[in-house]
């Protein structure tokens, strides 16, 4: 389990396991032969990609940030990706029950980030994983997915969050806003239309949950992006938005899909080449 403190605050990254992503849709354009030198692939070209939450202590709040897949999968798409189904025990690892949760952000709505927002009872109803949290996601992102296109439609799960708008549990978000204290929302279009990193700030220090805009420390490179980014221009541009800020000030960049390393600083190298500085 990672941990760090952030001036006042602890986060830990508390993982849902890893699954399934096809090496291509993972890494896009770029060819076979030089993302493979950055991870392995098996025998189907499939890679494994981390499903990192992180949860924060600001000291009166615990906000968990992503919930990975979850355990509602269906039996085809366990077969794609696999079903870990880890967070609630990584979080009991970390000494939290689910009922100890206060808020919840949703970077975006894909399956494999929003899975354990809610849980299947005993009876067959839906019904909030967090009883206590208060759920947060982007109001764009909700919209599209009410109504998605025939490309991705496969990535929305409504069970994830539509239970929770409709009782007022989840509330949804324009962009910009203020979670609480410290923690904060930016929209990052590329990935998706609406897709928000979350800022965490205390301390003079910053963190951020950059969630599929740089998906893994192998992404760095600004063309280096997904098959899955509906938008792979605004993804090149909002990561040099990000990183003219994020360099400089030295931020934490917290990464959803790395299975082996979670967070690190990124740093201009030698030749202009974005390194990554790892957490020591």
């Known amino acids: 389990m990672f941990r760090t403190t952030l001036g006042d ?11 399934f992503l096809d090496g291509g849709g ?6 076979k032969s030089l993302w493979s030198k950055r ?13 990192n939450s992180l949860l924060v202590r600001t000291g009166d709040k615990n906000v968990l940030i992503e919930t990975g897949i979850g355990n509602k999968l269906s039996e085809k798409m366990v077969r794609i990706y696999t079903q870990p189904a880890q967070l609630l025990e990584n979080l009991r690892a970390a000494g ?19 899975g354990w927002n809610t849980v299947r009872s005993r009876d067959g109803k839906i019904v909030p994983t967090f009883p206590r949290a208060k759920y947060y996601a982007p109001e764009g992102e909700w919209k599209y997915a009410r109504h998605p296109s025939e490309r991705d439609a496969i990535s929305f799960i409504s069970e994830n ?6 009782s007022g549990q989840m509330t949804l978000l324009k962009g910009g806003e203020e979670i609480v204290p410290g923690i904060s ?9 609406h897709m928000q990193a979350v800022i965490v700030r205390s301390g003079g220090q910053t ?18 992006g997904m098959a899955f980014d509906l938008y792979p221009l605004q993804t090149i541009e909002s990561r040099k938005q990000y990183y003219a800020e994020a360099i400089p000030e030295k931020w934490l960049t917290v990464f ?4 082996k390393t979670p967070w690190g600083y990124v740093e201009m190298g030698e030749k202009g080449k974005l390194v990554l500085a790892n957490l020591t």
Do not use: M
């Not at 969050?161 to 409709?166: H, K, S």
């Not at 959803?256 to 299975?259: A, G, L, N, R, Y």
């Open 9 to 19: 605050f602890e986060l830990t990254v508390v993982s849902d396991g890893t699954y």
């Open 26 to 31: 993972f890494f896009g354009v770029v060819p």
């Open 39 to 51: 991870v392995t692939a098996d025998e189907h070209n499939r890679v494994d990609a981390g499903l």
């Open 96 to 114: 939290i029950a689910p009922e100890d949760i206060d808020i919840v952000i949703n970077s975006h709505l894909h399956f494999d980030h929003c």
């Open 161 to 166: 969050y539509d239970p929770l708008v409709e």
């Open 185 to 193: 929302v930016r929209t990052y279009p590329g990935h998706t239309a």
């Open 207 to 224: 963190a951020c949950y950059i969630s599929d805009l740089i998906p893994t420390s192998a992404h760095l490179d600004i063309t280096w």
């Open 256 to 259: 959803t899909h790395d299975p």
